[in-house]
T-cell receptor, first 114, second 113 residues
Framework: AQSVAQPEDQVNVAEGNPLTVKCTYSVSGNPYLFWYVQYPNRGLQFLLKYITGDNLVKGSYGFEAEFNKSQTSFHLKKPSALVSDSALYFCAVRDIGGSYIPTFGRGTSLIVHP | DADVTQTPRNRITKTGKRIMLECSQTKGHDRMYWYRQDPGLGLRLIYYSFDVKDINKGEISDGYSVSRQAQAKFSLSLESAIPNQTALYFC????????????FGEGSRLTVL
Protein backbone atom coordinates (compact mmCIF):
# COMPACT_ATOMS: atom_id res chain seq x y z
CA ALA A 1 0.00 0.00 0.00
CA GLN A 2 1.11 3.55 -0.62
CA SER A 3 0.04 6.74 1.07
CA VAL A 4 0.94 10.40 1.33
CA ALA A 5 0.44 12.87 4.16
CA GLN A 6 0.51 16.63 3.87
CA PRO A 7 0.28 17.68 7.50
CA GLU A 8 -0.54 21.33 6.87
CA ASP A 9 -3.80 22.43 5.29
CA GLN A 10 -2.40 25.92 4.85
CA VAL A 11 1.00 27.56 4.90
CA ASN A 12 1.40 31.31 5.19
CA VAL A 13 4.63 33.07 4.29
CA ALA A 14 5.69 36.62 3.57
CA GLU A 15 6.92 37.51 0.11
CA GLY A 16 10.68 37.18 -0.10
CA ASN A 17 10.89 34.66 2.73
CA PRO A 18 11.75 31.00 2.19
CA LEU A 19 8.89 28.57 2.03
CA THR A 20 8.49 24.90 2.86
CA VAL A 21 5.50 22.69 2.14
CA LYS A 22 5.74 19.36 3.90
CA CYS A 23 5.08 15.88 2.58
CA THR A 24 5.67 12.46 4.07
CA TYR A 25 5.00 9.18 2.35
CA SER A 26 4.68 5.46 2.89
CA VAL A 27 5.42 2.76 0.31
CA SER A 28 6.36 -0.88 0.45
CA GLY A 29 9.36 -0.50 -1.80
CA ASN A 30 11.15 2.47 -3.31
CA PRO A 31 9.19 5.59 -4.19
CA TYR A 32 8.68 7.82 -7.14
CA LEU A 33 7.67 11.17 -5.67
CA PHE A 34 5.98 14.13 -7.33
CA TRP A 35 4.84 17.66 -6.62
CA TYR A 36 2.02 19.36 -8.50
CA VAL A 37 0.63 22.88 -8.28
CA GLN A 38 -2.94 23.99 -8.87
CA TYR A 39 -3.70 27.64 -9.50
CA PRO A 40 -7.29 28.86 -9.02
CA ASN A 41 -9.69 27.50 -11.63
CA ARG A 42 -6.93 25.50 -13.30
CA GLY A 43 -5.86 21.91 -13.54
CA LEU A 44 -2.85 20.49 -11.74
CA GLN A 45 0.54 21.18 -13.23
CA PHE A 46 3.57 18.98 -12.72
CA LEU A 47 6.35 20.77 -10.79
CA LEU A 48 9.07 18.21 -10.15
CA LYS A 49 9.78 14.59 -9.38
CA TYR A 50 12.24 12.37 -7.56
CA ILE A 51 13.10 9.10 -9.23
CA THR A 52 16.59 8.25 -8.13
CA GLY A 53 19.96 9.88 -7.62
CA ASP A 54 20.53 13.28 -6.05
CA ASN A 55 18.27 13.86 -3.07
CA LEU A 56 17.76 17.51 -4.00
CA VAL A 57 15.52 17.85 -7.02
CA LYS A 58 15.03 21.11 -8.88
CA GLY A 59 11.85 21.90 -10.74
CA SER A 60 9.82 24.63 -12.36
CA TYR A 61 9.43 28.22 -11.14
CA GLY A 62 12.43 28.01 -8.79
CA PHE A 63 10.99 25.22 -6.65
CA GLU A 64 13.04 22.36 -5.31
CA ALA A 65 12.36 19.39 -3.11
CA GLU A 66 14.51 17.28 -0.85
CA PHE A 67 14.10 13.54 -0.64
CA ASN A 68 14.90 12.12 2.79
CA LYS A 69 14.64 8.36 2.86
CA SER A 70 15.18 7.94 6.59
CA GLN A 71 12.40 10.40 7.39
CA THR A 72 10.27 9.29 4.42
CA SER A 73 9.78 12.91 3.49
CA PHE A 74 9.79 14.95 0.31
CA HIS A 75 9.36 18.58 1.34
CA LEU A 76 8.87 21.27 -1.27
CA LYS A 77 11.00 24.39 -0.87
CA LYS A 78 11.70 27.73 -2.45
CA PRO A 79 14.34 30.19 -1.23
CA SER A 80 12.28 33.34 -1.83
CA ALA A 81 8.50 33.23 -2.11
CA LEU A 82 6.49 35.28 -4.58
CA VAL A 83 2.87 36.36 -4.25
CA SER A 84 2.27 34.52 -7.52
CA ASP A 85 3.32 31.27 -5.81
CA SER A 86 0.03 31.33 -3.90
CA ALA A 87 -1.75 28.15 -4.96
CA LEU A 88 -2.71 24.64 -3.88
CA TYR A 89 0.17 22.16 -3.80
CA PHE A 90 -0.17 18.41 -4.01
CA CYS A 91 2.38 15.75 -3.19
CA ALA A 92 2.04 12.32 -4.81
CA VAL A 93 3.82 8.98 -4.49
CA ARG A 94 4.07 5.84 -6.54
CA ASP A 95 5.73 2.62 -5.44
CA ILE A 96 8.28 1.70 -8.11
CA GLY A 97 7.48 -1.97 -7.81
CA GLY A 98 3.76 -1.62 -7.40
CA SER A 99 0.82 0.03 -9.06
CA TYR A 100 1.43 2.58 -11.78
CA ILE A 101 -1.21 4.76 -10.17
CA PRO A 102 0.09 7.57 -7.96
CA THR A 103 -1.58 8.39 -4.65
CA PHE A 104 -2.13 12.07 -3.94
CA GLY A 105 -2.06 13.94 -0.66
CA ARG A 106 -4.93 16.18 0.36
CA GLY A 107 -3.16 19.31 -0.72
CA THR A 108 -1.66 22.32 1.06
CA SER A 109 -2.82 25.83 0.35
CA LEU A 110 0.16 28.19 0.15
CA ILE A 111 -0.59 31.84 0.77
CA VAL A 112 2.18 34.33 0.15
CA HIS A 113 1.50 37.73 1.68
CA PRO A 114 2.86 40.92 0.07
CA ASP B 1 -4.69 24.41 -27.75
CA ALA B 2 -4.58 22.44 -24.53
CA ASP B 3 -3.05 18.96 -24.62
CA VAL B 4 -5.85 17.58 -22.44
CA THR B 5 -9.28 19.05 -23.10
CA GLN B 6 -12.33 18.57 -20.95
CA THR B 7 -15.91 19.42 -21.84
CA PRO B 8 -18.01 20.89 -20.44
CA ARG B 9 -16.00 23.13 -18.11
CA ASN B 10 -19.04 23.90 -16.02
CA ARG B 11 -22.37 22.12 -15.73
CA ILE B 12 -25.35 22.52 -13.46
CA THR B 13 -27.84 19.69 -13.47
CA LYS B 14 -30.64 18.20 -11.41
CA THR B 15 -30.79 15.06 -9.33
CA GLY B 16 -31.51 12.00 -11.43
CA LYS B 17 -30.22 13.37 -14.71
CA ARG B 18 -27.62 11.56 -16.78
CA ILE B 19 -24.42 13.50 -17.30
CA MET B 20 -21.40 12.83 -19.48
CA LEU B 21 -18.04 14.52 -19.07
CA GLU B 22 -15.72 14.18 -22.00
CA CYS B 23 -11.95 14.20 -22.23
CA SER B 24 -9.72 14.23 -25.27
CA GLN B 25 -5.95 14.41 -25.48
CA THR B 26 -3.37 15.17 -28.12
CA LYS B 27 -0.36 13.94 -26.14
CA GLY B 28 -0.46 10.46 -27.64
CA HIS B 29 -0.51 8.89 -24.19
CA ASP B 30 -1.91 5.42 -23.63
CA ARG B 31 -3.06 5.95 -20.06
CA MET B 32 -6.02 8.07 -19.05
CA TYR B 33 -7.61 8.76 -15.69
CA TRP B 34 -10.63 10.40 -14.13
CA TYR B 35 -10.23 12.04 -10.72
CA ARG B 36 -12.60 13.86 -8.46
CA GLN B 37 -11.49 16.80 -6.30
CA ASP B 38 -13.33 17.83 -3.17
CA PRO B 39 -12.11 20.48 -0.73
CA GLY B 40 -10.01 18.90 2.01
CA LEU B 41 -10.08 15.48 0.39
CA GLY B 42 -7.55 16.00 -2.34
CA LEU B 43 -7.80 13.96 -5.50
CA ARG B 44 -9.57 10.64 -5.56
CA LEU B 45 -9.36 8.23 -8.48
CA ILE B 46 -12.65 7.22 -10.09
CA TYR B 47 -11.56 5.13 -13.09
CA TYR B 48 -8.46 4.59 -15.15
CA SER B 49 -7.59 3.03 -18.47
CA PHE B 50 -4.19 1.84 -19.63
CA ASP B 51 -5.31 1.30 -23.22
CA VAL B 52 -8.49 1.21 -25.28
CA LYS B 53 -9.46 -2.28 -24.14
CA ASP B 54 -8.48 -1.77 -20.51
CA ILE B 55 -10.84 -0.16 -17.95
CA ASN B 56 -10.27 -0.28 -14.21
CA LYS B 57 -12.16 0.96 -11.19
CA GLY B 58 -10.52 3.38 -8.84
CA GLU B 59 -11.26 3.99 -5.19
CA ILE B 60 -14.63 5.73 -5.71
CA SER B 61 -16.21 4.21 -8.83
CA ASP B 62 -19.72 3.68 -7.45
CA GLY B 63 -22.25 5.81 -9.30
CA TYR B 64 -19.90 6.37 -12.25
CA SER B 65 -19.12 4.62 -15.52
CA VAL B 66 -16.56 5.30 -18.24
CA SER B 67 -16.00 4.67 -21.90
CA ARG B 68 -12.68 4.66 -23.74
CA GLN B 69 -13.80 5.40 -27.28
CA ALA B 70 -10.30 5.73 -28.71
CA GLN B 71 -6.77 6.18 -27.49
CA ALA B 72 -7.39 9.90 -27.30
CA LYS B 73 -10.89 9.91 -25.75
CA PHE B 74 -12.10 8.90 -22.31
CA SER B 75 -15.59 9.81 -21.09
CA LEU B 76 -17.04 9.75 -17.60
CA SER B 77 -20.77 9.25 -17.08
CA LEU B 78 -23.03 9.75 -14.13
CA GLU B 79 -26.08 7.63 -14.92
CA SER B 80 -28.28 9.27 -12.32
CA ALA B 81 -26.63 12.26 -10.73
CA ILE B 82 -26.99 12.94 -7.01
CA PRO B 83 -26.02 16.05 -5.02
CA ASN B 84 -22.98 14.46 -3.36
CA GLN B 85 -21.46 14.07 -6.82
CA THR B 86 -21.10 17.84 -6.90
CA ALA B 87 -17.35 18.27 -7.35
CA LEU B 88 -14.53 19.27 -9.64
CA TYR B 89 -13.62 16.48 -12.03
CA PHE B 90 -10.25 16.10 -13.70
CA CYS B 91 -9.10 14.01 -16.58
CA UNK B 92 -5.41 13.16 -16.73
CA UNK B 93 -3.04 11.26 -18.97
CA UNK B 94 0.34 9.62 -18.60
CA UNK B 95 2.84 7.95 -20.87
CA UNK B 96 3.43 4.22 -20.64
CA UNK B 97 7.16 4.75 -20.87
CA UNK B 98 7.72 7.50 -18.35
CA UNK B 99 7.87 7.47 -14.58
CA UNK B 100 4.27 8.28 -14.00
CA UNK B 101 3.80 12.03 -13.90
CA UNK B 102 0.31 12.97 -14.91
CA UNK B 103 -0.89 15.69 -17.28
CA PHE B 104 -4.20 17.19 -16.29
CA GLY B 105 -7.04 18.89 -18.06
CA GLU B 106 -8.47 22.16 -16.78
CA GLY B 107 -11.30 20.45 -14.94
CA SER B 108 -15.07 20.14 -15.21
CA ARG B 109 -17.05 21.70 -12.40
CA LEU B 110 -20.30 19.79 -11.87
CA THR B 111 -23.11 20.96 -9.62
CA VAL B 112 -26.01 18.63 -8.94
CA LEU B 113 -29.06 20.32 -7.47
Amino acid sequence: AQSVAQPEDQVNVAEGNPLTVKCTYSVSGNPYLFWYVQYPNRGLQFLLKYITGDNLVKGSYGFEAEFNKSQTSFHLKKPSALVSDSALYFCAVRDIGGSYIPTFGRGTSLIVHP
Amino acid sequence: DADVTQTPRNRITKTGKRIMLECSQTKGHDRMYWYRQDPGLGLRLIYYSFDVKDINKGEISDGYSVSRQAQAKFSLSLESAIPNQTALYFCATSDLHNTGELFFGEGSRLTVL
